[in-house]
C-alpha cells in the first residue's frame, strides 16, 4: 500500500511544460489575421472571390434548372454574367448587377427567371426555354 501511495504523489508533482489552451488558441486567430493580410497586399484576395462569384453562379443556374425541370417547363439562363458581353445599361436590363470593361457583372441574368411563358423567354437573348 505504501508504494501505491509514493506513486500518487509522485504523478500530483509533476508540472506540466506543455501550452496552455489559451495560447494555442491566440497563436491560431494571429496565424489566420497574417494569411488573411497577406492575400489582402498580395492581390490574391481577388482570385478567391472571383473564385466564390464563380461556385455561386454555377449553383443558381444549377438551382433553376432543377426548379424548370421539377415544374416541367421553365425558363433558365443560357450564359453566366460574366459570359455576357454588354454596357451596363444591358446588363442590368437583363438582370445582371452592372458592367465593367463590357463584359457583365454578377450570377445569372435574373430576367430570364421571371419569364413565365416560352415567347417571353425566347424574346430574350439570353434565355432559353426547357421542357421535360
Known amino acids: 500500500m505504501k508504494i501505491s501511495n509514493n506513486k500518487n504523489k509522485l504523478y500530483k ?3 506540466s511544460q ?3 489552451l489559451n495560447t494555442i488558441i491566440i ?3 494571429v496565424l489566420i489575421v497574417l494569411i488573411v493580410l497577406w492575400a489582402i497586399f498580395t492581390g ?11 461556385e455561386e453562379a ?3 443556374m444549377e438551382a433553376e434548372r432543377l426548379a424548370a425541370e421539377a415544374k ?3 425558363c433558365i439562363p ?3 454574367c460574366s459570359e455576357i458581353i454588354g454596357d451596363d445599361d444591358y446588363c442590368k436590363g437583363i438582370g445582371c448587377s452592372g458592367s465593367k470593361d463590357n463584359k457583365c457583372k454578377g450570377t445569372i441574368p435574373e430576367k430570364c427567371i421571371e419569364k413565365k411563358t416560352k415567347e417571353e423567354c425566347e424574346g430574350e437573348d439570353v ?5 421535360k
Open 13 to 15: 508533482n509533476i508540472k
Open 18 to 20: 506543455g501550452l496552455s
Open 27 to 29: 497563436a491560431a486567430i
Open 44 to 54: 490574391r484576395m481577388g482570385v478567391f472571390t472571383k473564385g466564390v462569384i464563380s
Open 58 to 60: 454555377k449553383s443558381r
Open 72 to 74: 416541367g417547363y421553365g
Open 78 to 80: 443560357k450564359k453566366y
Open 127 to 131: 434565355c432559353k426555354w426547357i421542357t
